[in-house]
């Protein structure tokens, strides 16, 4: 069973900051920062509400890193762009510690923000080359044979190009 708890964090400037801790079976396993105590109250009773809800439904939730996807991804792909790889490797680099799960639109606006200075074709690609391994996590959610939990919808389609 998933539960949180809050700590009280003093910064060095001295403000505040409060961590939630999701933990199950006493080992932590996500944590997040907030401003407000609020916020992270709220912030750890969602995910365990949102835990308890897969768990009813039976639904398996994201336990799949972009590092791994993007791994199958390169095995899967067969096209003649040369640069691919290199795009592929540089999101690896940004999220690859990420969960499926956890990659939003906001996540994706912030990594392409160093993007915006340079020209619009190379934010564009390196939207489109994000949206194509995504795309793919989604084709895998929606094959029988395949056991793991991806995602249901590609985040890349809320971000405007």
């Known amino acids: 069973m998933?539960?949180?708890?809050?700590?009280?964090?003093?910064?060095?400037n001295g403000e505040a900051r409060y961590r939630t801790i999701l933990t199950k079976s006493g080992k932590g396993i996500k944590t997040?920062?907030?401003?407000?105590k609020q916020d992270a109250r709220t912030w750890g009773n969602r995910a365990v509400l949102d835990s308890q809800e897969y768990e009813a439904k039976g639904i398996k939730p994201c336990t799949i890193l972009f590092s791994r996807l993007a791994d199958e991804y390169m095995q899967c792909w067969k096209g003649k762009d040369h640069d691919r790889v290199r795009l592929?490797?540089?999101w690896e680099q940004l999220l690859g510690k990420v969960l499926l799960s956890d990659i939003t639109p906001e996540l994706i606006r912030d990594a392409l923000k160093q993007k915006k200075?340079?020209?619009?074709?190379t934010y564009n690609k390196h939207l489109a080359v994000l949206s194509a391994i995504l795309d793919y996590a989604t084709l895998q959610q929606e094959d029988d044979s395949v056991l793991d939990q991806y995602i249901n919808e590609n985040p890349c389609k809320h971000v405007r190009s």
Do not use: T
């Not at 949180?4 to 964090?9: A, C, P």
């Not at 200075?117 to 074709?121: D, G, K, L, R």
């Open 2 to 12: 998933l539960n949180f708890h809050i700590i009280k964090v003093i910064l060095k």
């Open 32 to 36: 997040k920062k907030f401003r407000r």
């Open 88 to 90: 592929v490797l540089c």
């Open 117 to 121: 200075s340079q020209a619009p074709a």
